[in-house]
């Protein structure tokens, strides 16, 4: 069995849970007392009829947008991996194959450095029924 270590920081993308209001009116009363408990690091949860809401610190938040665009930047990366390698497969020509190679080594390197700066808090351990 393999499990996962999660150190929790507030500069990475796990958050630890915050407060918590099962209604609006709940947080109304002293809101500005109440929403300081969210601090970088956290969430705040509102419940308002059948929805919930997550509130977090703008700093968490920005740090999501930041994943999020990084996420897309790896996703239009593999999209031209797919066609250079499409291309590969009708135009096998020297040039064509640099290309290939030069756009998987950009790929992996973009990858590998989203993983090595956003999943770092995240540690594999091996446990006994592992081995």
């Keep these: 069995m393999i499990a996962i270590a999660s150190q929790t920081a507030p500069h990475h993308l796990g958050l630890q849970t915050g407060p918590s209001w099962s209604s609006f009116e709940e947080l109304r009363v002293k809101h500005s007392e109440k929403l300081g408990q969210i601090?970088?690091?956290?969430?705040?949860?509102?419940?308002?009829?059948?929805?919930h809401f997550v509130i977090v610190d703008h700093s968490d938040f920005a740090r999501f947008?930041?994943?999020?665009?990084?996420?897309?930047?790896?996703?239009?990366?593999l999209e031209?991996?797919?066609?250079?390698?499409?291309?590969?497969?009708?135009?096998?020509d020297e040039s064509t194959i640099t290309m290939l190679r030069a756009t998987l080594q950009n790929?992996?390197?973009?990858?590998?450095?989203?993983?090595s700066h956003n999943l770092a808090p995240f540690a594999i351990e091996k446990t006994a029924e592992s081995s």
């Design 39 to 51: 601090q970088p690091g956290t969430f705040g949860t509102l419940k308002v009829k059948q929805r």
């Design 65 to 77: 947008e930041e994943v999020m665009q990084q996420i897309q930047s790896m996703l239009d990366g």
């Design 80 to 92: 031209l991996v797919q066609h250079a390698a499409r291309v590969a497969e009708t135009h096998a």
């Design 107 to 115: 790929a992996t390197k973009t990858v590998g450095n989203f993983v």
